[in-house]
């Protein structure tokens, strides 16, 4: 047995993290060391890294006047954001915190308003409503964490009776040209701070009212492809939860509606020519600015294979547009807005936290695992140099840059490495098993020669353990299984192999040693390739080749 998966089984994650005063730091704690979740490397910076983000989360936990328990955005922002906090962080931590995570998103359906709105944000003085601020779908998020973590169906009741409210507001107020696409008023409905996106248009909405857009702006309002998808993937979850609950025909109604949706958003937003979503004035004019309204359009799930393969060879690996040295931009590099500086909130180029806790979606759901290493490890090298936790990376050298103690950040921490050489436990209840190697990008230093990582399922110990050249998997601390580097295992909840996946450009070949049941089993497998065991063998299931970035 390796001596790094010794030291990681003795690691005390509390006394590592570092012991917290106050209650809610404690309760957050708690609940991450009944994760079973712990990491270690040889060498131990990015180790050190870990735990230092794992101390820092608990900052960012608070408990409200119910005595809940409530994921803040952190650094100087004082309150939890529905375009954040509420939805793609709280899933994060659902990983890691479950208890907190859904105190998180509960809170949004208790504070809804009378007419269906739901608060922007919730801050110690109550929760506020003076725009939507709509990214990442609550529904999903929402779904996912009900998926993973119990099936506590009066939460889901819960959440879908307000989501399905929110929805029939968005509906009334937020498409005036009655487009069947999602208006934006203003900047903050997209949180889209500084970005040329925006220019000449009000921050806020009308008279500080969601209902409203200035009538003296000759843009406004804009058909918004980001707000559009959002509303889009959240009808399909809406749909998922219906049909949870016994409710049919609202699951089929749900499913029509996303329909629309979708079609909406291709036939207004989507520019042909250029291959991308943009606004669309309110003189039926695209606004040409190439964003990571992109990305965000695609981590909502819009869009075919065909549609994402394209995105990246023309825009999200092209290092003119987001493929920067630390990926991925918040405006394409080539437009002369592009600015890369990244000491102040702006979306005006800098590598934003939360595009990069985003970007999984759009890559795994057209099983693009190979592409996405590629986003993950320039990160984790620049992750492995942080301090603070701040907002955002300069794309050119990976510094950090404003803020600190930024939750997204830190969860961004937490999933990257998880993804890059941990076990994820999915919605889908499935366990992911990586078997990858953080690599050194800067200036040639040595991020890991191994690591080990591990995490309670069920009441099971699930154990990981990587070199450069093999992985083994433990349960229970006996060995189930070996297998090359470079891939990916994926088991049910209880640790019986179902798949594996090709996670280099590299042909990987070796054997997969299942050594409880006695069994050798050869590995041949491509970039992205998925093998099914069936029968006592492998059979492709899908092999959709490797998308190779670009240059022009």
């Known amino acids: 047995m390796s001596d790094l998966l010794k030291k990681m089984r003795a690691v005390d994650v509390v006394s590592r993290a570092g012991v917290r005063d106050a209650e809610s730091g404690r309760s957050l704690h708690e609940e991450f060391v009944r994760s079973g979740v712990k990491f ?18 608990a900052d960012c936990v608070k408990t409200d006047k119910q005595g809940n328990a409530i994921l803040q955005e952190g650094g100087i922002y004082f309150g939890c954001w529905l375009e954040s906090t509420g939805t793609i962080n709280a899933e994060l931590l659902a990983r890691f915190a479950p208890e907190t995570a859904q105190s998180t998103f509960a809170q949004f359906a208790r504070l809804q308003r009378e007419d269906g709105l739901l608060p922007y944000k919730v801050t110690a003085d109550g929760a506020v409503f003076k725009q939507i601020q709509l990214v990442t779908p609550l529904a999903r998020s929402a779904w ?30 937020r498409d005036t040209r009655g487009t069947g696409c999602v208006e934006a008023f203003c900047a903050y409905d997209t949180g889209h701070d500084l970005s040329p996106r925006f220019w000449h248009i009000p921050d806020t909405p009308y008279m500080d009212d969601p209902k409203r857009y200035d009538p003296a702006i000759p843009s406004l309002p804009l058909l918004a492809p980001d707000l559009t998808a959002s509303v889009y993937c959240g009808r399909k979850y809406l749909a998922k939860m219906a049909a949870e609950l016994g409710q049919e025909e609202a699951a089929i109604a749900w499913e029509e509606k996303a329909r629309q949706t979708h079609a909406s958003l291709l036939e207004h937003c989507f520019h042909e020519e250029d291959s991308f979503f ?36 023309r825009y999200l690996l092209n290092t003119r547009k987001f493929f920067a040295k630390y990926p991925l931009t918040s405006i394409a590099m080539d437009d002369p807005r592009f600015d890369p500086f990244s000491s102040y909130n702006t979306w005006a180029g800098a590598v934003n936290f939360l595009s990069l806790i985003r970007a999984p979606y759009a890559f795994e759901h057209h099983g693009r695992y190979v592409e996405l290493t590629w986003i993950l490890q320039p990160i984790v090298s620049a992750i492995s140099r942080m301090q603070r936790f701040g907002q955002c990376l300069s794309p050119w050298t990976g510094e950090e840059g404003f803020t600190e103690t930024y939750s997204p950040a830190i969860l961004c921490v937490l999933d990257y490495i998880e993804r890059l050489c941990g076990i994820v436990p999915t919605p889908e209840g499935e366990l992911w098993f990586t078997a990858l190697m953080p690599q050194g990008r800067d200036h040639g230093v040595k991020l890991a020669d191994e690591t080990a990582y591990s995490r309670n399922v069920d009441g099971v110990e699930f154990e990981l353990h990587n070199t450069h050249k093999t992985c083994a998997i433990y349960r229970n601390g006996e060995l189930l299984c070996e297998l090359p580097a470079g891939v990916r295992i994926v088991t049910d909840r209880a640790g019986n192999v179902r798949k594996v996946i090709g996670m280099t450009v590299q042909l990987v070949e070796g054997r997969l040693i299942l050594v409880q049941d006695g069994v ?21 299931e899908s092999a959709p080749g490797v998308v190779v970035p670009t240059y022009e």
């Open 144 to 173: 996912n964490h009900y998926k993973l973590n119990g099936r506590d169906r009066l939460f889901l009741a819960q959440m879908y009776e307000a989501l399905a409210r929110y929805d029939d507001w968005l509906t009334q107020y």
């Open 278 to 313: 943009y606004d669309v004035d309110r003189h039926g004019a695209f606004v040409r600015i190439q964003s990571d309204v992109l990305l965000r359009v695609l981590a909502c799930e819009a869009g075919d294979a065909a549609l994402f393969d394209a995105a990246l060879k």
């Open 40 to 57: 270690a490397a040889s060498p131990k910076g990015l180790e050190d890294v870990y735990y230092a983000a794992v101390d820092k989360l």
């Open 520 to 540: 050798e089993l050869p590995i041949c497998i491509a970039g992205n390739e998925v093998l099914r065991l069936q029968d006592g063998r492998f059979e492709v």
